[in-house]
């Protein structure tokens, strides 16, 4: 455990950022295509079933925003000490996603376009062209999820929604608005307990699992998370 000042410091930093301050709050209708067959299990044991993003059809997407990361340091030719770390960092975590804290996500997506074409070719193939979307209000949702897991602290983990953000450039503001944050604790403290560096690639892990590229824009997809601590 920690005790160290620095220490302490590095904790209430990472938590001082939570996912909410950067996504769009609005309770608006969202939208959840799906199959018949699935329609039928939502409906009759009243349960949605989030997707682990290691198994995410697009492989890409998990690492998406450690890759953004990656492009931002180099197209600006961010060559000192820290930054040498960070890019380190992010090429380890590309191969082990889960390494450090236990970062583990779990993820259901909607959309908030009630007929979007390219949604609907793809959940009504191979079942007789049927597909349905179910609506709901974003934030009743929200609020009506119980979900079963438990964390260690006996609490059960708090779901996060919001529109994925597809802007390259309000992607980047965020990226280095986090990095910023953790760059002045690593010039006052140094890498603390060699877990700076872990903790900054986490937070981008977690705040990226709002991010898309540009292309995938036409889905209009609103997501809703939980982070599992393993």
């Known amino acids: 455990m920690l005790f160290h000042e620095d220490a302490k410091e590095l904790v209430k930093l990472y938590n001082s950022m939570g996912v909410d301050e950067y996504l769009k709050k609005q309770d ?136 994925v953000i597809y802007n390259k450039e309000e992607q980047d503001k965020i990226v280095y608005e986090i990095i910023d944050k953790f760059r002045t604790h690593y010039d006052k403290y140094g890498n603390t307990d060699n877990l700076l560096f872990e903790w900054l690639v986490d937070k981008l892990l977690m705040i990226g699992t709002f991010f898309k590229p540009e292309c995938f824009s036409i889905e209009k997809e609103y997501r809703i998370i939980i982070d599992l601590y393993i």
């Open 28 to 163: 608006i209708d969202i939208f959840h295509y799906t199959s018949p067959s699935v329609l039928n299990s939502i409906l009759s044991k009243n349960r949605f079933w989030f997707t682990d993003r290691q198994y995410l059809n697009d492989k890409t997407e998990g690492l998406y925003v450690l890759d953004n990361c990656i492009n931002l340091i180099d197209e600006n030719s961010f060559k000192d000490e820290f930054y040498r770390y960070l890019r380190e960092e992010c090429k380890n975590r590309k191969k082990m996603p889960s390494r450090g804290r236990g970062f583990y996500v779990y993820q259901i997506s909607f959309s908030y376009d009630e007929d979007n074409l390219g949604l609907w070719n793809y959940y009504t193939r191979g079942e007789g062209i049927k597909g349905y979307n179910l609506k709901f209000k974003s934030n009743d949702l929200l609020s009506k999820l119980n979900i079963k897991p438990k964390l260690p602290s006996g609490n059960r983990p708090k779901p996060y929604g919001g529109k």
